[in-house]
């Protein structure tokens, strides 16, 4: 199993920067793709940004594509997002994800507020 803890989020205003971080229970290096994904007021749950357990590849939905950036630190077990030019319609819940032998394990979300 993997337990998975966010944090980060605050509430900023437009074109301000956050950096999330998604820490893990256990070693990331195992788990093939992590993600970040988000859920706001009356929305589905949609994908924001995924990585490959070595970081060698990278996926973006468009609408964060060049203002978000998504990494990984094995050595501290813990998957980021860097959050740039960031504006209202980016409100919304982000939850971390990893996909574990076919299992997918959420964390409890951390909110993030875009609003002047």
């Known amino acids: 199993q993997v337990q998975l803890v966010e944090s980060g989020g605050d509430m900023v205003q437009p074109g301000g920067s956050l950096r999330l971080s998604c820490a893990s229970s256990?070693?990331?290096?195992?788990?093939?793709?992590m993600g970040w994904y988000r859920q706001a007021p009356g929305k589905q749950r949609e994908l924001v940004a995924t990585?490959?357990?070595?970081?060698?590849?990278?996926n973006y939905a468009d609408s964060v594509k060049g203002r978000f950036t998504i990494s990984r630190d094995n050595a501290k077990n813990t998957v980021y997002v860097q959050m740039n030019s960031l504006k209202p319609e980016d409100t919304a819940i982000y939850y971390c994800?990893?996909?574990?032998?076919?299992?997918?394990?959420w964390g409890q979300g951390t909110q993030v507020t875009v609003s002047s």
């Open positions: 256990r070693s990331i290096f195992s788990i093939s793709t």
């Open positions: 994800n990893a996909a574990l032998d076919g299992v997918n394990y």
């Open positions: 990585i490959t357990y070595d970081g060698s590849r990278t």
